[in-house]
């Protein structure tokens, strides 16, 4: 019963009666383009790096402007945080609270490079639900599956 709704929002079913904020909208923030292996909100992020963004609350405000019902602070963030770690990262980190967008980024934002295969796939959990593996649940802005 408990896995039913993310699968719904997973597919894009309405799931709540606002339009802002619904958790069709929330789910394809978090899903993984099929395009790059970016979410919604990860791509929003390289691309206020690109736009000059450099530091945390710059990135925050910039992204914010793309979201019907912005994220908190911390939410932001952790992506910045998982964008600029591990090996083959889309972020270069300079001290505690500023970035720069890399090479690997602007790849990634092309279209060149897929985030999740670069890095040997996801470990991460979305509402409850636990993805891993190579691909994870992937969206489609054109096919919106």
Known sequence: MFAREPYRIFLGERTTTSDRGSSSETARSLTFAVQNGL????????????SGARHRREFWLRSQ???????????IYMRL??????HN?????HGADEFAINEQ??????????WLRSRNGTDV????VHL??????????????
């Open 39 to 50: 979410s919604r909100t990860e791509r929003q992020l390289l691309a206020a790096g690109k």
């Open 65 to 75: 402007t793309f979201e019907a019902c912005p994220w908190g602070d911390a939410s």
């Open 81 to 86: 945080d998982r964008l600029a770690a591990g």
């Open 89 to 93: 990262p889309a972020l270069d980190r």
């Open 105 to 114: 980024g602007t790849r990634l934002l092309a279209g060149e490079d897929d």
């Open 125 to 128: 959990w979305l509402g409850g």
């Open 132 to 145: 891993t593996g190579p691909d994870g649940w992937r969206w489609s802005e054109d096919t919106k599956r």
